[in-house]
């Protein structure tokens, strides 16, 4: 048994439909469990124990199962959450336009933490039909106050543990 300190942290992941959420989430994870929350809550939960700077973390990653549950769930899907990564796709503006136009208001209605940390996520770089530069990814971190900025391909895998790990390093200074 470890004697590092453990800490486990629940992290949602929002963005529109088909940007990549489950994908990215896929890629960084060893295990999934829970399977039944699926039909119950409208969402999958996935795991990832980690080290970081002689932490013992234990991540617990919330994916929505789809759209058409979410009206009901919103609560449940923030409950004791400390942190989110917020997800649009380059190759959709209309994705990049939704995270001010819906998700901001999702999270002001429902996080309760003061202390909650976001990380705006850029995903499908690797597409080349791009809609949505990196100054506008900048900018969009600035007027939402998200903590970091990232740039990744749940396809190729290019910054995907990256995303998580930078959500990990803010939890863990800030809880
Ligand atoms: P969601 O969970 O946000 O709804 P998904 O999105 O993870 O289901 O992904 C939606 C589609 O986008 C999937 O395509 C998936 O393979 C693709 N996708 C996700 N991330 C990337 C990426 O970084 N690059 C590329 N090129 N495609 C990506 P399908 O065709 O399976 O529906
Ligand atoms: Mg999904």
């Known amino acids: 048994m470890s004697k590092l300190p453990l800490y486990v942290f629940k992290i949602s992941i929002i963005g529109q439909p088909a940007v990549g959420k489950t994908s990215l989430v896929k890629k960084y994870v060893t295990e999934k469990f829970s399977e039944e929350y699926k039909s119950t809550m409208g969402a999958n939960i996935y795991l990832k124990n980690i080290e970081l700077k002689g932490n013992r973390i234990k991540l617990t990653l919330w994916d929505l199962a789809g759209d058409d549950r979410w009206s009901q769930m919103q609560d449940v899907y923030f409950q004791g959450a400390q942190g989110a990564l917020i997800v649009y796709d380059v190759t959709r ?12 208001d999702e999270l002001d209605k429902y996080v309760k933490e003061p202390k909650f940390q976001t990380i705006l996520v850029a995903n499908k770089m690797d597409l080349p039909n791009k809609e949505v530069t990196k100054e506008d990814g900048l900018k969009l971190q600035k007027r939402i106050n998200a903590h970091g900025f990232i740039e ?16 990990a390093k803010l939890l863990i200074t800030k809880f």
């Open 93 to 104: 503006k209309s994705t990049y336009n939704q995270i001010e136009q819906r998700w901001m």
């Open 152 to 167: 990744t391909s749940a396809k190729t895998g290019d910054k995907v543990d990256e995303a998580f790990t930078e959500l």
